[in-house]
């Protein structure tokens, strides 16, 4: 028999191939909205404008980065028989957090996202990385992967975010960006975009296009 | 360490139950000052947006808008059943108003730059169809016509009853008389489109919000209600 030298007793780099596949993987080539097709709810729900979208996606990015964090540590002392109810309270508290905070300090972003940052919770993409990754993974490389989750569900629903106040209602980030001549020469706003059909085909388009460059085919 | 045994999972739930609590508790606590504030400072600018002082996305600092609030807006207890300002020391009020906070109210007048009344704001309050809603309504020195209508706290559904809040529909409101010519309150969301060319709607009728119709019935029975409340106090200025 020949012993064998096991991972934990290698010195990892702290940023080594796997790492940088937990960042970057989710980015692109297994988008959590593009390629699994998860967080779509609120990704129709609050991209009506771009602000919005943008601190929608840094919630979600802090709360998986704390979620996969806690749960990695923990992953080892995790009953298996209540491990989903344990990553729920994790999630949760970790939601109350970010909701508590944006209520002291984006008062008027955390009345206009309401409801939405409480459902967090029910985001299919935090449960998925727990479940999929910390449970699996140890701490460093989890926060990275929560993460580079967050991110590549940020940037799409920022994407559809940008594209539906600016087709909705001519402006970016509540400034004007269709010039007024424009207006006058018969130019309507698309009261479709600001409705969240708009967003579902908006997103159909982004996910068609992403799949297209990206090559990915269903098995 | 077995870690599927039945006390090791009932020690763990019970465990991550209290640390999580705790740290959420503490949080809250910690955070409620700042929450307090930053709410109040949203009531205030409803109040101003009521009044048509400012307008939504006012890019003004937080410091000149509160100037512009504390300048312009004065805010006192009244008892409706007399209409008369309640008097007392600070606590007194408050004490008065935690009482009976249907009988002690709060209204607001707004002043223009040179001290003559530009609006009366009163609180409205009352159930939508989840939730209960509150607001201001404004109305004009003459205290019979709508200046504006703000929504500051509510849960209605977004996009349908959460479309209170909407600009396009509270601006409806602006120039609505809210009483008849006999005096009765006559105000009314009408479930669909106001007829202009009927002039007792075109006078009284606001537009219903189409798919929040409970919703809009909400806000009409309690606006109708408040302004009866109010009436006392509406009536004494004239």
């Keep these: 028999m020949t012993s064998t030298a096991t991972p934990a007793t290698k010195s990892q780099p702290l940023f080594g191939p796997e790492e940088k596949k937990a960042i970057l993987d989710p980015l692109w080539d297994n988008n959590p909205i593009a390629l699994q097709v998860l967080g779509i709810c609120s990704a129709l729900a609050v991209t009506t404008r771009l602000d919005a979208s943008i601190v929608m996606g840094i919630s979600v990015i802090c709360v998986l980065a704390m979620a996969n964090v806690v749960i990695s540590v923990m992953r080892n002392l995790i009953p298996s028989k209540i491990r989903v109810i344990v990553q729920l309270v994790v999630v ?18 955390a009345k206009q996202l309401g409801v939405f940052v409480s459902l967090i919770i ?34 799409i629903i920022c994407v559809v975010g940008a594209v ?20 006058e020469a018969g130019y309507v706003n698309n009261g479709l975009m600001v409705l969240a059909p708009g967003a579902f085909l908006l997103l159909g388009v982004i996910v068609w296009v992403q799949r297209a460059i990206s090559g990915y085919v269903e098995k | 360490m077995n870690t599927n ?5 009932m020690m763990f739930a019970v465990a991550i139950c209290v640390v999580m609590s705790t740290v959420l508790a503490f949080l809250a606590n910690a ?16 109040v101003m947006m009521a009044a ?64 003559s009344v530009d609006a009366i704001i009163l609180p409205i309050s009352g159930k939508g169809l989840w939730s ?43 120039g609505k008389e809210i009483r008849d010519a006999n005096g009765q309150i006559a105000i009314t969301i009408k479930k669909g489109k106001v007829d202009e060319k009927v002039p007792a709607e075109k006078a009284h009728y606001v537009d219903g919000l189409s798919g929040a119709t409970i919703t809009s019935k909400g806000v009409q029975t309690f606006v109708r209600a408040d302004l009866k409340a109010f009436d006392k106090y509406l009536s004494r200025g004239k």
């Design chain 1, 92 to 109: 949760s508290g970790a939601v109350i957090i970010v909701d508590q905070l944006l209520r002291a300090y984006a008062f008027d972003l």
């Design chain 1, 122 to 155: 029910t985001n299919c993409i935090v449960m998925g990385r727990l479940e999929g990754y910390a449970m699996g993974n140890p701490p460093w490389r989890s926060l990275l992967d929560g993460i580079g989750n967050g991110l590549g569900y940020a940037w």
């Design chain 1, 164 to 183: 539906r106040e600016i087709l909705g209602s001519g402006k970016l980030l509540g400034m004007q960006v269709i010039p007024d001549g424009l207006y």
């Design chain 2, 5 to 9: 045994s039945n006390s090791y999972t």
């Design chain 2, 31 to 46: 955070l409620e000052p700042t929450q307090k504030a930053a709410a109040e400072f949203d009531r205030q600018k409803n």
């Design chain 2, 52 to 115: 048509g002082l400012i307008q939504p996305g006012d890019a003004r600092s937080q410091e000149e808008l509160q100037a512009l609030f504390a300048e312009r807006v004065t805010e006192v207890t009244i008892d409706v059943t007399t209409g008369e300002p309640l008097a007392g020391t600070p606590e007194e009020v408050a004490a008065a108003r935690k009482s009976d906070p249907k009988r002690y109210r709060v209204v607001g007048t707004v002043t223009k730059p040179d001290g």
């Design chain 2, 132 to 174: 209960t809603l509150y607001g201001y309504l404004a109305l004009e020195a003459d205290r019979n016509h709508v200046k504006g209508i703000q929504f500051y706290k509510h849960g209605e559904t977004p996009g349908l009853g959460g479309e209170v809040e909407n600009p396009a529909w509270t601006a409806l409101w602006k």
